[in-house]
């Protein structure tokens, strides 16, 4: 039987809690798989809360209003944040992906 995770898009006003929206979709209230893309690709392919044999589907509510939360500009606040305290190894690959989505390009979450 198909297992269907409801994700309340008027919920997420930023990367931050799209992390938190996703993982209480999938495992509960104060649920958590991770807080990247890696860990949400994770999730995808079964497994951390999901069926291990994939038969699951998301249904996302609002969707409209969590895009716009979730576009380049919001991106670019996160990465830099997410610079300001990464290791100085990561800050300069961080640092080209929010110029990337500052200027309107680049992966969001």
Do not use: K
């Not at 269907?4 to 809690?17: A, C, M």
């Not at 690709?41 to 809360?49: E, F, K, T």
């Not at 409209?64 to 939360?69: D, E, G, K, P, V």
């Not at 610079?83 to 500052?102: F, P, T, V």
């Amino acid at each position: 039987m198909t297992v269907t995770y409801v994700i309340e898009g008027s919920r997420i006003t930023g990367p931050d809690s799209f992390w938190t929206v996703v993982g209480e979709a999938v495992n509960g209230p104060g649920g958590y798989f991770g807080r990247n893309l890696d860990s949400f690709a994770d999730c995808l392919s079964g497994g951390m809360g999901t069926p291990d044999d994939g038969d699951f589907v998301f249904e996302w509510r609002d969707h409209t209003l969590s895009a716009r939360a979730l576009g380049h500009a919001e991106t670019a606040r996160y990465l830099e944040r997410m610079a300001a305290r990464a290791h100085e190894s990561n800050r300069g690959r961080l640092r080209e992906e929010c110029a990337q989505a500052a200027a309107g390009g680049g992966a969001t979450p």
